[in-house]
C-alpha cells in the first residue's frame, strides 16, 4: 500500500496560480503511474493530469493542457501540479493517486488504489 498525502490547496482569484504536492510513503517501489484527479460538486471524478513513473511520459486533460504541469520527484517521493491561469471551472477538490498494477498508466479513476485525502482549490472571478 502507498500513503499520499496532498497540500498547497486554497483559494485564489481566477489568472493565479498554485501548486499542489503530494508527498507519499509505503510501498513507492511498486508505483506504475501516479495521477492528479478532480472532483467538483454534482460531478464525477475526472484526471488532470498523470505521469508514468518509469517513463516521465505525461498526460493532461484538455481543460489544463497549456496551464498545469505535472512533475515527480522520485528522491523525495513528491508529486506536484502546477497550476497557473486557473479559471472558476478548475475549482474542485483534488486528489492525488497511485497506480500499482498493470503495465501502464490510465486515466480511469478505477484503476488507482491509493488516493490522498484530498485538497480543496478554489477558484474566483
Known amino acids: 500500500q502507498v500513503q499520499l498525502v496532498e497540500s498547497g490547496g486554497g483559494s485564489v482569484q481566477a489568472g493565479g496560480s498554485l501548486r499542489l504536492s503530494c508527498t507519499a510513503s509505503?510501498?513507492?517501489?511498486?508505483?506504475?503511474?501516479m495521477g492528479w484527479f478532480r472532483q467538483a460538486p454534482g460531478k464525477e471524478r475526472e484526471v488532470v493530469s498523470s505521469v508514468y513513473t518509469s517513463t516521465g511520459s505525461t498526460y493532461y486533460a484538455d481543460s489544463v493542457k497549456g496551464r498545469f504541469t505535472i512533475s515527480l520527484d522520485t528522491d523525495k517521493n513528491t508529486l506536484f501540479l502546477q497550476m497557473d491561469t486557473l479559471k472558476p471551472e478548475d475549482t474542485a477538490m483534488y486528489y492525488c493517486a497511485a497506480k500499482r498494477s498493470g503495465a501502464y498508466c490510465s486515466r480511469a479513476p478505477g484503476l488507482f488504489a491509493d488516493w490522498g485525502q484530498g485538497t480543496q482549490v478554489t477558484i474566483s472571478s
Open positions: 509505503g510501498y513507492t517501489y511498486t508505483t506504475i503511474c
